[in-house]
């Protein structure tokens, strides 16, 4: 089912529909910052094993996921002040920030290392959606893992919506994928290039 939400201001109802079927155990196509993602609640195992299946990722492999606001990141990861003045500095933003995670996080979303991949989009649709939720959402690329990324919610419907419970149409999206930048042991190490600017790692 393909849900158009407004881009700039998310009609709430909608917002709400999504929020209630994700609680559900659903999955949902949904805009970000840089392409759109496919996700779930974190806390949701039946979501997450759905997840996995639709993406035909690697268990090992674990998602990143979307918090709220910096200080909905320091429940799930720890954040020293090193790794604070950064994301606050770039967050909302296209990045993917990886950092110790805490207990509460789910181990199916938690490396072998005990890391986490954190994202704060700069986008009212996913921030509305966390927020309503009330803790984060699953995000990875709205693709089979290995195949192209879709831009156009038409094409995700096309393609991937028998398996999703909700695409949302937030316009179409030709970013980038975000970059992935680890700050574990207060080191900054660029793991994916990808969208937003990176020169300032090399001004610290």
């Given at each position: ?81 090193f790794a604070f003045k950064i994301m606050k500095r ?31 989009p700069e986008n009212p649709i996913a921030l509305s ?76």
């Amino acid at each position: 089912m393909v849900l158009s939400i407004n881009s700039q201001n998310p009609q709430a109802r909608l917002i709400h529909q999504v929020v209630e079927t994700l609680k559900q155990g659903g999955v949902v196509a949904y805009p970000t910052d840089t392409t759109y993602g496919i996700g779930c609640d974190i806390f949701n195992k039946k979501g997450v094993k759905n997840i996995f299946q639709i993406k035909k990722r690697d268990l090992r492999k674990p998602f990143s996921f979307i918090c709220a606001d910096m200080s909905d990141v320091a429940n799930y990861a720890q954040v020293s002040n090193f790794a604070f003045k950064i994301m606050k500095r770039h967050l909302p933003g296209p990045y993917t920030f990886v950092l110790e995670a805490t207990r509460i996080v789910p181990d199916s979303l938690v490396t072998k290392q005990k890391t986490v991949g954190i994202r704060i989009p700069e986008n009212p649709i996913a921030l509305s959606i966390v927020r309503e939720l009330g803790h984060p959402l699953v995000t990875t690329s709205a693709n089979i893992s290995g195949e192209d990324v879709y831009h156009d919610p038409l094409d995700i419907e096309e393609k991937l919506g028998r398996m999703l419970d909700i695409v949302i149409d937030g316009g179409i999206l030709r970013g980038d994928p975000s970059s992935v930048i680890s700050l574990i042991g207060d080191r900054i190490e660029v793991l994916r290039e990808g969208a937003g600017d990176l020169t300032w790692i090399h001004q610290l």
